[in-house]
């Protein structure tokens, strides 16, 4: 084609020596934005299973911490009562004291645990009937292709002005919200909304000032992500979910059963001390 219009390619340019000196910093700012916004999609991702796996933790297991703190402060309220040692009336209370009601609890238990007392859902936790399923800890495979091809079209980085930037942020945070719920129909209602919406213009060249910046601030942006990313991947929840990533809910399963057993050796040794 580039013989058709007497016209040099992108190529041959190159190799003649033609090439626009702007050029190769401009494809280096392309090429830093695409792996911006692909490290982007990695890091919110993880933030929502990060998210959503914490919030079921508290969901499914924090009745059971809780009965486990009720039966600790009974057992050691039983241990006092018994012996009338100083020093045992001392742990009572301090175990007696982590069962106290605090501002806060509802948010904490995410209404399992509320001025009434623990809920059906919760009470059910500790026994044998069956209660409504918990959330799926994070997003379908189907919702997950949907949020990043949405993202990868769409995302702010990729404007020119800022008030398409002010566009594609408005829009990015719908998606986010989206696909934090796992909102699979919303999302592709969200993509025919995009594909009708005004088609963003082509870069224009830019001069070396403005490319060396943007290469600076997309750096920056970068490290902010990668401070996020490491705060997710050291946080105790996120520690939790790399142990299985690929089945989380079975992870969940498995602790639930471990504070089963604990629940059951407290019960037992409760019930010791009504033993003559």
Same mark, same amino acid.
């Given at each position: ?23 190769? @910093? ?8 695409? &792996? ?19 919030? @079921?933790?508290?969901?499914? %297991? ?23 040692? /100083? ?7 301090? &175990?007696?004291? @982590? ?11 995410? *209404? ?15 026994? *044998? !009937? ?43 945070? !719908? ?10 129909? %919303? @999302? ?59 089945? /989380? *809910? ?20 409760? &019930? ?5």
């Amino acid at each position: 084609m580039s013989e058709q219009s007497g016209q040099t390619a992108p190529e041959e340019q190159a190799a003649s020596g033609d090439e626009r000196p702007e050029a190769r @910093l401009e494809r280096a700012v392309r090429a830093a934005e695409q &792996a911006l916004i692909e490290f982007e999609i990695a890091v919110e991702t993880f933030r929502v299973e990060v998210e959503n796996f914490s919030r @079921l933790h508290h969901q499914k %297991l924090g009745p059971m911490y809780s009965r486990l703190d009720e039966l600790d402060a009974l057992i050691a309220e039983a241990k006092a009562d018994r012996s009338g040692d /100083p020093e045992d009336l001392r742990r009572a209370r301090d &175990a007696r004291a @982590l069962v106290m009601p605090m501002p806060g609890v509802d948010e904490l238990f995410h *209404d399992w645990l509320g001025s009434d007392g623990i809920s059906d859902d919760a009470a059910a936790m500790l026994t *044998d !009937r069956p209660v409504r399923p918990p959330e799926r800890v994070r997003p379908s495979e189907e919702v997950r292709r949907l949020y990043r091809e949405l993202v990868r079209r769409a995302h702010p980085d990729l404007a020119q002005d800022e008030t398409e930037r002010e566009r594609r942020d408005a829009f990015i945070a !719908r998606v986010n919200a989206a696909y934090g719920r796992g909102e699979e129909q %919303l @999302l592709r209602e969200l993509a025919e909304e995009w594909d009708a919406g005004p088609v963003p213009q082509d870069a224009a060249p830019s001069e070396s000032e403005e490319l060396y910046a943007r290469l600076e601030w997309l750096s920056q942006r970068k490290e902010l992500l990668s401070m996020v990313a490491k705060e997710l991947e050291d946080s105790a929840i996120g520690a939790m979910l790399r142990m299985a990533p690929d089945d /989380p *809910d079975r992870l969940l399963e498995e602790i639930a059963e471990q504070l089963l057993a604990q629940v059951s050796e407290r019960e037992a040794e409760l &019930a010791s001390f009504a033993t003559p």
